[in-house]
């Protein structure tokens, strides 16, 4: 059997952590999980931990000392997974936008149709985005069209940030290179694939604004996704 890890990057969880912490691990399918909390004043590290023992060996924890970014919590969690020899390697949110069932469609999409990465895609049936507001779809719908437009990758959701990557993708990065550290980050990891000849495939999802807790995005991530794209184009022609 395969193993899989799932990266959940936490800063003020705390009334969400419990229930997606539950549904990850109470799945058919078998996942380990690890959390990677940026020091949330709200106690986030804390209530893992008191899962740990309900979980023991599957429930992960990696404390960071500060609010680090997107990015770098992700890689952090790669670089764990990788000396620990998993197979299979995900991004998820920890506010329930994701659902915890669809972690089974995308890892079959790797095993069974050989994905080198699978994207859970909120645009490629239609955009398919439950309680955010009409100027956020626009938002987000055309920001995809937009690093599509510049960059040439082909697929329709370049933002998205509910993925499962096989080891071998996390193996050619590396991580030293990656730039961004906010939305952009997501986009820039699947450009370096793409560019290196790895698959992409798009799994269609319903993306769920969280009922729980408060949003993480902010004008900074904006601007930095959509400059970013420009500079990530330019700087891949010098890439070997």
Known sequence: MPQSLVIIPTFNEKENIFAIVDAVLS??????????????????AGMVMDLQLKYPKRLHLAQ?????????????????????????????????????????????????YHADIAIGSRYSGGVNVVNW???????????????????????????????????????????????HVGYAFQIEMKFRAWKQGFNLAEVPVIFTDRQAGTSKMSKGIIKEAILGVIMLKLSSFFWK
């Not at 890689?75 to 995900?90: C, K, N, P, S, T």
């Not at 937009?146 to 499962?164: K, N, Q, W």
């Open 27 to 44: 799945l058919p399918q078998h996942f380990d999980l690890l959390v990677v909390d940026d020091n949330s004043p709200d106690g986030t």
């Open 64 to 112: 960071r000392k500060g609010k680090l970014g997107l990015g770098t919590a992700y890689i952090h969690g790669f670089r764990w997974a990788l000396e620990r020899q998993y197979d299979y390697v995900f991004e998820m949110d920890a506010d329930f936008s994701h659902d915890p069932k669809d972690l089974e469609r995308l890892l079959e999409a790797c095993v069974m």
């Open 133 to 179: 507001p009409m100027s956020r779809v626009l938002l987000s719908f055309f920001a995809s069209k937009y690093v599509r437009l510049v960059t040439g990758l082909p697929i329709h959701d370049t933002t998205a940030g509910f993925i499962c990557y096989k080891r071998a993708v996390l193996e050619a990065m590396d991580f030293n290179r990656i730039r």
